[in-house]
Nanobody, 130 residues
Framework: QVQLVESGGGLVRAGGSLRLSCTAS????????MGWFRQAPGKEREFVAR????????DFSDSVKGRFTISRDNVENMVYLQMYSLKPEDTAVYYC???????????????????????WGQGTQVTVSP
């Protein structure tokens, strides 16, 4: 089982920035499509961003487009979510997730679904004050 670990969460004022990091011990993530999801209290887990292993293509939810970026550093075995212009509605626990290399993805929309992802981190709290 792949165990992902997130870091970088914290408390910031609206308009501030944070960078979340994700890695896995003892496992190379270069061949995994990676995603970020978030879950606010009492709400369903929602898609935030993903980056493919094959060509590094990125995609974002409409709520974060233009404010968040996702990137990966395969040399350092890290995946990042850079968040700018944070809003109170961004407050949530943010989870890193990975799709195992052997999984067949038949349509791009599958990456928006949490059920597509095979491995998850423990989450890191992001709180944005007004």
């Amino acid at each position: 089982q792949v165990q992902l670990v997130e870091s970088g969460g914290g408390l910031v004022r609206a308009g501030g920035s944070l960078r979340l990091s994700c890695t896995a011990s003892g496992r190379t993530l270069s061949m995994y499509t990676m995603g970020w999801f978030r879950q606010a209290p009492g709400k369903e887990r929602e898609f935030v961003a993903r980056i493919t292993w094959s060509d590094g293509s990125t995609d974002f939810s409409d709520s974060v487009k233009g404010r968040f970026t996702i990137s990966r550093d395969n040399v350092e075995n890290m995946v990042y979510l850079q968040m700018y212009s944070l809003k109170p509605e961004d407050t949530a626990v943010y989870y890193c997730a990975a799709v195992k290399p052997s999984k067949r993805i038949d349509f791009s929309g599958a990456y928006y679904a949490a059920t597509t992802y095979d491995y998850w981190g423990q989450g890191t709290q992001v709180t944005v004050s007004p």
